[in-house]
């Protein structure tokens, strides 16, 4: 478990590394952001909660973005280029026989001793690096900006809603964001989060049981409990974390 020291003590090596002379500031920010997302290759992989870990990355990325703004834009970058959730974009096949390995590699798929992944390690991954990124938007401190905080999470929430097909993939992904982000943006947002949820609920469940036995019920009912059980009323594991932050090192 990660504590208030070790990710001050991280936050602070990085903000050095970053301002420091023994690397150019584009170079500094790409290795960043590298180091950031690769945590998510080099976690445990029989861990596929991702959460602890996850937040105490948050923190990181925003004590180290709030002092070295530029380190943001590599950061989305990044995420961007290993998981097209966290854009959010989905990449269409046209027709089954476009469904091939390129296509694969192309929406994210690694390859594993020559060949590509299972959909299950696929979905793992996809789901660590929407957890990663949800960890990200909705951490705050008081008295740090954000540059890309919960109003950048309302915006892709939206969006993903909004542009994104139903399906196993996005189920995984819009259920991940909820659950690491979905306590704060119901706390910020309020009843306009709550008509997130009934689109939810309303639109983009049924969406995917229209699909039948394509659809793993996992993905289904992930959002289905998600609402039944309203999660986002829960303060979501790993965010103790904060509060230790805010005690002593801003109040």
């Given at each position: 478990?990660?504590?208030?020291?070790?990710?001050?003590?991280?936050?602070?090596?990085?903000?050095?590394?970053?301002?420091?002379?023994?690397?150019?500031?584009?170079?500094?920010?790409?290795?960043?952001?590298?180091?950031?997302?690769?945590?998510?290759?080099?976690?445990?992989?029989?861990?596929?909660?991702?959460?602890?870990?996850?937040?105490?990355?948050?923190?990181?990325?925003?004590?180290?973005?709030?002092?070295?703004?530029?380190?943001?834009?590599?950061?989305?970058?990044e995420f961007n280029k290993v998981c097209m959730y966290t854009v959010p974009k989905?990449?269409?096949?046209?027709?089954?026989?476009?469904?091939?390995?390129?296509?694969?590699?192309?929406?994210?798929?690694?390859?594993?001793?020559?060949?590509?992944?299972?959909?299950?390690?696929?979905?793992?991954?996809?789901?660590?690096?929407?957890?990663?990124?949800?960890?990200?938007?909705?951490?705050?401190?008081?008295?740090?900006?954000?540059?890309?905080?919960?109003?950048?999470?309302?915006?892709?929430l939206a969006m993903f809603l909004n542009t994104l097909p139903a399906i196993p993939?996005?189920?995984?992904?819009?259920?991940?964001?909820?659950?690491?982000?979905?306590?704060?943006?119901?706390?910020?947002?309020?009843?306009?989060?709550?008509?997130?949820?009934?689109?939810?609920?309303?639109?983009?469940?049924?969406?995917?049981?229209?699909?039948?036995?394509?659809?793993?019920?996992?993905?289904?009912?992930?959002?289905?409990?998600?609402?039944?059980d309203k999660i986002y009323l829960e303060e979501p594991e790993g965010q103790y974390?904060?509060?230790?932050?805010?005690?002593?090192?801003?109040?």
């Open positions: 478990m990660p504590t208030t020291d070790s990710v001050k003590a991280r936050a602070s090596e990085l903000i050095k590394a970053l301002d420091g002379q023994d690397c150019p500031r584009p170079i500094a920010c790409r290795l960043f952001a590298d180091k950031m997302i690769s945590i998510v290759k080099s976690r445990n992989p029989t861990d596929k909660t991702f959460g602890k870990l996850a937040f105490a990355c948050g923190y990181v990325m925003l004590l180290v973005t709030n002092q070295v703004p530029d380190a943001m834009d590599y950061l989305l970058a989905h990449l269409h096949a046209l027709n089954a026989q476009a469904r091939n390995t390129d296509y694969f590699r192309l929406i994210g798929y690694q390859e594993e001793d020559g060949k590509l992944q299972s959909t299950e390690k696929y979905l793992v991954n996809v789901v660590a690096y929407v957890k990663l990124y949800a960890a990200m938007v909705q951490t705050e401190i008081k008295g740090v900006r954000h540059p890309h905080g919960l109003a950048e999470g309302w915006k892709w993939a996005t189920a995984f992904a819009l259920h991940a964001f909820l659950k690491v982000a979905g306590f704060a943006l119901h706390k910020k947002y309020g009843s306009q989060f709550m008509k997130i949820l009934d689109v939810i609920s309303r639109h983009f469940i049924p969406a995917l049981k229209a699909q039948g036995s394509k659809v793993h019920p996992e993905a289904i009912n992930n959002l289905q409990n998600y609402l039944n974390l904060a509060q230790q932050l805010l005690s002593k090192m801003f109040l």
